[in-house]
Structures are given as C-alpha cells and as structure tokens.
C-alpha cells in the first residue's frame, strides 16, 4: 500500500470517512545562511524528502478535530473555531491552533475540519517539523476552503502563527523555505524586505552535486535537545538588534540592520565593539560573514567549484559553534563538528538551523560516505549515550496538494 493509500485508510478508521484534501509538507535543510534571516540576510535552503501530511475533511460546525500519528494520540484533541488557546499539555497542537487562529483573524472563513497528521520529519530541531506542520494546516485548510493564496503570504502567515501564538521569534528561513523549495534545487532568500514583502529574492540554484560524486547527508541524535534554545535563540537574536546603534554612529549612515555591515567595516571597528562588548562582537562577526559565505556559495555552486563550498560549509559551522555558541552546552554538535570535520572522503560540515541540538549537515565523497557514517557513528558512541542516524539529503519539492 503506498503511504497516501495508507493515510486515507488511517483516517477513514478514525474518522469513518475519507478525507477531502492531502498536503505533503517537508521539512528544510539550511545548506548555509545561519540566523541571517532575521538580520535581513541571505540564505540557501532546501526541502529535505522527510515531510509531514495532514489529510483533512471539512467540517460545518465550527470545531477542529486533530489527531497526530507521530504524537501516538489515541482521541483527537478538539477545539472551537471561536475559542483558541494554548495547550502546553499538548504542545505540538499549539502550531494547529496558531496556523487557525491567525487564519481566522485574517478574515478568512472557516467552517471546521477533522485532521489526521502523521511526519517523518525528526522532531529534535533543526530540520523545522514546526514550520512542516505550520504549512501543512495552513494550506491544507485554505485548499479545504476554496482559497487560493500568494506562496509568500502563507509562508508570512505561519511564522506569524510561530511568533505571536506559540511565542517563538523565529525569522522566516524556515516557512519560507518550505513553501518554495523546488527538488534538485537549492532555494536562495535575500530577506531584504522590499516594500510590504519581507523578501527581496527567491530563487532556485539548480543543485548537481550528485554529478561530482558527491552527497550531503544530514546527521543527528534524535534525543539531544537543550532548552537553552529557548532562551538561547530570543537572546542571540535581539543583541544582534542591539548593535545597530553602535554601527550608525561608528559609520555615521543610516543602519537598519546587521545585513548592512560590509565585512571590511567590521574588521575596521571590530576591536571598539569588542571592548564595549566581547559577546556583541562575536554575533555580529558570525553574521556579517555568514552573508558574505552565502555569496560566495552561490558563485561556487555556479561554477561546481565544490571544494570551495565544502570549505564555506565548514567555515559557517565554526562560525556558528565558536562566535555564535550554537553549541553551548551541546557537547554532541560540537563533537559531531570536530570529529566530522577530520574524516576521510568530508568536504564540508556545519550544524543547520537554531542550535542547542544535535544536528549537522555533511558533503561528502559518495564513494567514502559509507565508512564516514560508519567511523563517526563509532566515534560518537564511545563519546556519549545516544546513538546518530544519518540521513541522505536530496533536495525535495517543497509542500504541496497530493
Ligand atoms: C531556526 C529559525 C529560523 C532561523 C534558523 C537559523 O530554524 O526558525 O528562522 O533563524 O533557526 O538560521
């Protein structure tokens, strides 16, 4: 039976009816560009082929009713459409709530659904199951309701669903790329905002390292996840937002945000924000040339020039770990990173999206790639409890109707 065989069969057992719409939604890889989407930077993305599905079936009497395989929920967890809070007893279902609510406030009519969710998308951070589920509901209950809406708004819908009603100031790397991933591409996002859009750019780098021999594979330990991210993201983020100042009347211009700061600029005052604040210093330093690394990704991916992306990979994962601290109390990243970084047949490592988890992203030799898993799987367990599971990369379509 295939999986969407499966799906309906799945809800129809518990619903007692099929379902009227499917959505595929996958999750992302951030193949370079880290936390520079809040800062109005660049960054290259993809949709990786693990994605969660939400059937639904509308329904007329204003309730929402979802239940989520990958939660194992026995009964479906219920709420009104004129009455939406959080539930922190069951956390995953806030995403659901927020993607409605925000829907509803912004006029659009909903009657109702019965949902069925399940994902293959590793829950653990970094690969952005939030922004898989966000997408999930959100086109599927506007598909479910005859509304056609611009790719970009529902990508702005749902992280406005993640910051204003689950509390996360995520940027919108994540929606974003969830929504425009195209397979064997990478996705490029200038979030310059242009206008009323919060994007200037969206384009697709075809992406051929296959051809070269060469693959990515994402690696991670399912069971490491810090609460730290939870302040450790906010608190990044707003001091990044807290050195404008200093760069307006240093530079004397008008400074909007860190994607501003040439990286010559830095260099000339690094050492005066350094002595008014070590930690600033090294944020800004991490996002100033993550911008630049972006760049010169894609002008390495235009002309295969995989070694010099290989080395740009590695260069924003020593970047994120020793200037940005992603991982701060995250002794698995940092040994994933280091480890990684010396084994035969490894072109490029860096750890992908927020931090605090353990989660990295490898180029490697496709004909060294079996004995790389195999000598840092082994490496790793001596190191620490949890075991690593690898995942191979292919940059998959991103979310759509099945
Ligand atoms: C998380 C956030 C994104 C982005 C990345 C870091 O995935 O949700 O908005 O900031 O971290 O690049």
């Known amino acids: 039976m295939d999986l969407i065989d499966k799906l309906k069969k799945d809800f129809s057992e518990i619903y007692n009816s099929e379902p009227d719409v499917i959505i595929r939604s996958p999750g992302r890889a951030e193949i370079i560009g880290n936390h520079t989407d809040y800062n109005n930077g660049y960054a290259l993305a ?4 693990d994605a969660t599905f939400a059937a639904l079936k509308k329904r007329n009497d204003g309730k929402i009713r979802v239940i989520s395989k990958t939660f194992k929920l026995e009964q479906p967890i219920e709420f009104s459409l004129t009455q939406i809070a959080k539930d922190d007893s069951n956390n995953w279902s806030n995403y659901v709530r927020g993607i409605v609510k925000i829907l509803l406030n912004q006029n659009f009519s909903l009657t109702g659904a019965d949902i069925f969710l399940t994902s293959s998308v590793p829950i653990s951070g970094g690969l952005s199951s ?33 910051n204003e009603f689950v509390g996360s100031p995520c940027g919108l790397l994540d929606q974003a790329s969830v929504v425009f991933a195209k397979e064997n591409n990478l996705v490029f996002l200038d979030f310059l905002p242009d206008n009323s859009k919060p994007l200037s750019q969206i384009k697709n780098i075809p992406f051929k390292i296959n051809d070269a021999n060469l693959s990515l594979v994402v690696i991670v330990d399912k069971n490491v996840k ?21 760069w307006k009347e240093s530079l004397g211009r008008e400074i909007k945000s860190l994607r501003d700061i040439t990286s010559s600029e830095f260099n000339t005052y690094k050492e005066s924000l350094k002595t008014k604040n070590p930690k600033m210093c090294m944020r800004v330093e991490h996002i100033v040339f993550e911008n630049e690394r972006v760049l010169n990704s894609i002008k390495a991916l235009n002309s295969e020039d995989y070694t010099t992306f290989g080395k740009l990979l590695t260069e924003s994962g020593k970047s994120a770990l020793e200037l940005y601290e992603l991982d ?14 010396t084994l035969p047949g490894v072109r490029g490592i860096r750890n992908m999206g927020g931090g605090f988890s353990a989660l990295a992203l490898a180029l490697v030799d496709t004909n060294q790639m079996s004995q790389f898993k195999e000598n840092l799987a082994s490496a790793y367990s001596k190191q620490f409890a949890g075991t690593l599971n690898f995942i191979p990369f292919q940059a998959a379509e991103g979310a759509s109707l099945c």
Request: with cysteine.
């Open 328 to 341: 701060e109390e995250t002794p698995e990243l940092t040994f994933i990173f280091r480890t990684g970084k």
């Open 46 to 49: 993809a949709a990786i082929t």
């Open 130 to 162: 939030s922004a898989a589920l966000e997408v999930a509901i959100a086109k599927g209950m506007l598909e479910l309701h005859g509304y056609e809406i611009d790719p970009l708004k529902l990508a702005e819908l749902c992280q406005k669903a993640e």
């Open 226 to 246: 810090r609460e730290l991210g939870e302040s450790g993201y906010p608190e990044r983020r707003k001091m990044c937002e807290e050195s404008i100042p200093f």
